[in-house]
T-cell receptor
């Protein structure tokens, strides 16, 4: 079953912060985050493997609450280059040995000057 | 020095035709995937190969057949193309079950 992302879309001014949430109805093995710009391939941002794990990537970080089967992506002091569609993708427990990613529906982020 | 490459980038064809998309990765990864992204940007796994062995085979019409001649290549052959096959097809690769790296995509248009 597909993870659910919220919000579906967000518009920011440069320098503002945003949070994108992702939740699953199934027990999770790992959570992956990707960003896709229009007409391009999804680009890997980070992977979270353990419950409660937080990872950072420049001004983009993420957390993973294994108990709640949720993950959040935090974008701080947003830049124009952050614009794009953000996808969470989850590997369910039981699929850990196949790496089968189930993608959320995406969150479109637009950063304006 | 492209990491994951696909050919062709664009493919326009008529219903009923057979076509192939090729994928190659030079990252030394052992696992490769095919994804389909529809017009609503929904990304769905189709197939995955690990060391040339099929490990993921989602509910995909049997008109779609993947072939992995070696660890660095994964091709997708589609028979009897239908209008609903129009989409962007992405190849990806990973080392084991780690992060996946996507190719540039092949935009397939069936008329």
């Amino acid at each position: 079953q597909q993870p659910v992302q919220s919000p579906q879309a967000v518009i920011l001014r440069e320098g503002e912060d945003a949070v994108i949430n992702c939740s699953s109805s199934k027990a999770l093995y790992s959570v992956h985050w990707y960003r896709q710009k229009h007409g391009e391939a999804p680009v890997f941002l980070m992977i979270l493997l353990k419950g409660g794990e937080q990872k950072g990537h420049e001004k983009i970080s993420a957390s993973f609450n294994e108990k709640k089967q949720q993950s959040s992506l935090y974008l701080t002091a947003s830049q124009l280059s952050y614009s794009g569609t953000y996808f969470c993708a989850m590997v369910g427990v039981g699929s850990g040995n196949t790496g089968k990613l189930i993608f959320g529906q995406g969150t479109t982020l637009q950063v304006k000057p | 020095d492209t990491a994951v490459s696909q050919t062709p980038k664009y493919l326009v064809t008529q219903m009923g035709n057979d076509k192939s998309i090729k994928c190659e990765q030079n990252l030394g990864h052992d696992t490769m995937y095919w994804y389909k992204q529809d017009s609503k940007k929904f990304l769905k796994i189709m197939f995955s190969y690990n060391n040339k062995e099929l490990i993921i085979n989602e509910t995909v019409p049997n008109r779609f057949s993947p072939k992995s001649p070696d660890k660095a290549h994964l091709n997708l052959h589609i028979n009897s193309l239908e209008l609903g096959d129009s989409a962007v097809y992405f190849c990806a690769s990973s080392r084991g079950m780690a992060s996946q790296y996507f190719g540039p995509g092949t935009r397939l248009t069936v008329t």
